[in-house]
Each structure stands twice: as structure tokens, then as C-alpha cells.
T-cell receptor, first 109, second 112 residues
Framework: KNEVEQSPQNLTAQEGEFITINCSYSVGISALHWLQQHPGGGIVSLFMLSSGKKKHGRLIATINIQEKHSSLHITASHPRDSAVYICAVSRNTGNQFYFGTGTSLTVIP | NAGVTQTPKFRVLKTGQSMTLLCAQDMNHEYMYWYRQDPGMGLRLIHYSVGEGTTAKGEVPDGYNVSRLKKQNFLLGLESAAPSQTSVYFC???????????FGAGTRLSVL
């Protein structure tokens, strides 16, 4: 069983739609991370959060520590948001990160 | 500011050949990581280092070796490549203050 589970695996949306990607984890964490991977490109960190909510432009990330759940929202989605979004957690102990399998998002014009 | 640089970007090997992937970071980060990414699976940790001269095994270390002789460089070696090592390899680094990993652009390796 993976420590980090994401849903959905694949998501197609029309431009302008509100998008939600979910992440659940089963271990104690020091922080949860949302990452973005563009086709053929590298991986960049979008958010790191340990409680509450963070916003950057049209992206919003929330976390519920008690329920061990996080969501990534994209408002007014755009084709350039098309990418794979990866949830990861860093543990309270050790130096490792644990990654979900990613959500592949396609936004159609 | 280059960040994390991986070389090469692409490589094709024959079974049994050896090669070394180089990761270089210019952010003075203590921690460095090597991951592999395969379809349908999350990033999996191969080896990592918490400082110059140190290395540790991750989740999938078999068939790989690493070295961190200089703080800025982390090398991943394949002594005898196997088709199961066909994958995209990512290097990442992070500092001690901020718990954020910075990734290289990846190396696509095919073993025939």
C-alpha cells in the first residue's frame, strides 16, 4: 500500500472550469508538498504546507491534518495548466519524501 | 543560477554496459537525492545523501551505486545495466532550512 494516494489519476477539463485534485496519506508528516511536472519537463514545487491553506495565483492548496487529506484547486483553468500534479509528503523522521503517482490534467480550449 | 543540472539528458545502453549519471547543484544544499520515475508509479528513491561523503540507500537501491565526493555533485552509477533500469531518472537537492526539493530536468535512459 502506498503511503500517498492521489485521485483522480487522469482529469480532462474545459478551459475555465474549477479543478480539484485530492491527496490522502497514511503516515505522520512534517509537511505535504504539491509539485507540477510539465510534459517532457522537470518537476517544480508549487506548495509546501503543514496546516490550513495556501494560495498562489489561481492555485489553492488546503490540508486537513486530522483527516490526513489535502486538495489542490485550480480556478479558471487554462490550457497551460495541463501537466501532471504530484502530491508528496515529508515525514517527521528521516530525510525521505514519499510521492503519489500523480494526476494527469488536460485542459481543453 | 543553474539550480540542479543533470547530464546526460538522454542515453541508450546495451544490457551489461555501465554508465554514470551526474547531478550538480549550485545552491550549496546539504541533501541530494536520486529518483526513478516509471509509468503508473510515483517517484521512487534510489539513493540519497545528507552531506558530502555520505550516502544512504532508498527504496530501490539494487543495481545502482552512488558517490558524493564533493558537496555540489551526486553521481549515480549503473555497473551492469539491465532492461529493468529503463526509466527516467531525476536528481533533487534541498537545503537544511527549507524542506523543499529542487529537481533537475531528468535523464531518460533506455537499456536494450
Amino acid at each position: 500500500k502506498n503511503e500517498v494516494e492521489q485521485s483522480p489519476q487522469n482529469l480532462t477539463a474545459q478551459e475555465g472550469e474549477f479543478i480539484t485534485i485530492n491527496c490522502s496519506y497514511s503516515v505522520g508528516i512534517s509537511a505535504l508538498h504539491w509539485l507540477q511536472q510539465h510534459p517532457g519537463g522537470g518537476i517544480v514545487s508549487l506548495f509546501m504546507l503543514s496546516s490550513g491553506k495556501k494560495k498562489h495565483g489561481r492555485l489553492i492548496a488546503t490540508i486537513n491534518i486530522q483527516e490526513k487529506h489535502s486538495s489542490l484547486h485550480i480556478t479558471a483553468s487554462h490550457p497551460r495548466d495541463s501537466a501532471v500534479y504530484i502530491c508528496a509528503v515529508s515525514r517527521n523522521t528521516g530525510n525521505q519524501f514519499y510521492f503519489g503517482t500523480g494526476t494527469s490534467l488536460t485542459v481543453i480550449p | 543560477n543553474a539550480g540542479v543540472t543533470q547530464t546526460p539528458k538522454f542515453r541508450v545502453l546495451k544490457t551489461g554496459q555501465s554508465m554514470t549519471l551526474l547531478c550538480a547543484q549550485d545552491m550549496n544544499h546539504e541533501y541530494m537525492y536520486w529518483y526513478r520515475q516509471d509509468p503508473g508509479m510515483g517517484l521512487r528513491l534510489i539513493h540519497y545523501s545528507v552531506g558530502e561523503g555520505t550516502t544512504a540507500k532508498g527504496e530501490v537501491p539494487d543495481g545502482y551505486n552512488v558517490s558524493r565526493l564533493k558537496k555540489q555533485n551526486f553521481l549515480l552509477g549503473l555497473e551492469s545495466a539491465a532492461p529493468s533500469q529503463t526509466s527516467v531518472y531525476f536528481c533533487a537537492s534541498r537545503g537544511t532550512r527549507k524542506n523543499i526539493q529542487y529537481f533537475g530536468a531528468g535523464t531518460r535512459l533506455s537499456v536494450l
